[in-house]
């Protein structure tokens, strides 16, 4: 098993910028591919991005392309989501996620076996 722990979230105004960090513990990290996603409140969880176990490929939505980086360090057991020019629709609580490898599965809640408690993402107009 695997721990997952959020952090970096918070009040930021439109246009600027974030990073989240997941912390694992437990299970080697590096065994694991990674996703983020995020729920707002009345909507349901969507997928933000995800990379595989090596950091050789990476997955994003159409809605945070270029906009959002994902990356991670597998020495240090941390994933990654740098967030620029934040909008107010992207005000979420976003999730990280981890899923033994099942190549192409990335992109759905139910693909991945382990989740945070999420950290709370505000984007004021």
């Known amino acids: 098993q695997v721990q997952l722990v959020e952090s970096g979230g918070g009040l930021v105004q439109a246009g600027g910028s974030l990073r989240l960090s997941c912390t694992a513990s437990g299970r080697t990290f590096s065994s694991y591919d990674m996703g983020w996603f995020r729920q707002a409140p009345g909507k349901e969880r969507e997928f933000v991005s995800a990379?595989?176990?090596?950091?050789?490929?990476?997955y994003y939505a159409d809605f945070v392309k270029v906009r959002f980086t994902i990356s991670r360090d597998n020495a240090k057991g941390t994933l990654y989501l740098q967030m620029n020019s934040l909008k107010p629709e992207d005000t979420a609580v976003y999730f990280c996620?981890?899923?033994?490898?099942?190549?192409?599965?990335?992109?759905?809640?139910?693909?991945?076996?382990?989740w945070g408690q999420g950290t709370q993402v505000t984007v004021s107009s």
């Open positions: 990379i595989i176990w090596s950091g050789g490929r990476t």
């Open positions: 996620a981890a899923q033994t490898h099942r190549p192409g599965l990335l992109a759905r809640p139910e693909d991945y076996d382990y």
